[in-house]
């Protein structure tokens, strides 16, 4: 079955730039959709197909995906943004999930 | 703007079968795919299945033989089951919906927590 990889901690300082990587085989000829959950909640999604932001999300929010790593990146990061973010892909009609990264804002 | 509720009993025991239907508001269940995932405490988010609309369906294979996801368009409604509890399917259970089998969980649920204890 298909993994997604990724940190299981990124710290960041206030207003600084956070990057969240996501690891796996020839993941750059996926689309790769990223989600962020804080506690006691739902996961909520930021980034669609790559690169794409719903609307409502912050244009701080950014994503790409190339080779075997995808990435999101958070610019000038805010205590809001505390929180665990998810990969996602579709693989063999199965949606798969990554490990999951705790971001935490100093 | 379309929203998702999951509902069902929040203790199963051992052996038995959970059931839990997600009721979709706002908008129509008669397009689209939609979801089941799961999320148990202290853990990762794991993708159970989906349905469309029509009725088609795809499982996760490595809980392929225990689950059976429907579909009630005239209630607006589909529904998860999954035979043959164990506490390791404690969980919070998220219904959410998808566009395509390559687009994003675009609206989900509020979750709802399932022990599984006798």
């Known amino acids: 079955s298909y993994e997604l990889t990724q940190p299981l901690s990124v710290s960041v300082a206030l207003g600084q730039t956070a990057r969240i990587t996501c690891g796996g085989n020839?993941?750059?000829?996926?689309?790769v959709h990223w989600y962020q959950q804080k506690p006691g909640q739902a996961p909520v999604l930021v980034i669609y197909?790559?690169?794409n932001r719903p609307s409502g999300i912050p244009e701080r929010f950014s994503g790409s995906n190339s080779g075997n790593t995808a990435t999101l990146t958070i610019r000038g990061a805010q205590a809001g943004d505390e929180a665990d973010y998810y990969c996602?892909?579709?693989?063999?009609?199965?949606?798969?999930f990554g490990t999951g990264t705790k971001v935490t804002v100093l | 703007q379309v929203q998702l509720q999951e509902s069902g009993p929040g203790l199963v025991k051992p052996s038995e079968t959970l059931s839990l239907t997600c009721t979709v508001s706002?908008?129509?269940?008669?397009?689209?795919?939609w979801s089941w995932i799961r999320q148990p405490p202290g853990k990762g988010l794991e993708c159970i299945g989906y349905?469309?609309?029509?009725?088609?369906?795809n499982y996760n294979p490595s809980l392929n033989s225990r689950v059976t996801i429907s579909v009630d368009t005239s209630k607006n409604q589909f529904s998860l089951k999954l035979s043959s509890v164990t506490a390791a399917d404690t969980a919070v259970y998220y219904c959410?919906?998808?566009?395509?089998?390559?687009?994003?969980?675009?609206?989900w649920g509020q979750g709802t927590m399932v022990t599984v204890s006798s």
């Open positions: 959410a919906r998808t566009f395509t089998t390559r687009d994003a969980f675009d609206i």
């Open positions: 706002g908008g129509s269940i008669s397009s689209n795919y």
């Open positions: 349905i469309y609309y029509s009725g088609s369906t």
């Open positions: 020839n993941i750059g000829s996926k689309n």
């Open positions: 197909r790559d690169s």
């Open positions: 996602q892909v579709w693989d063999s009609s199965t949606g798969v």
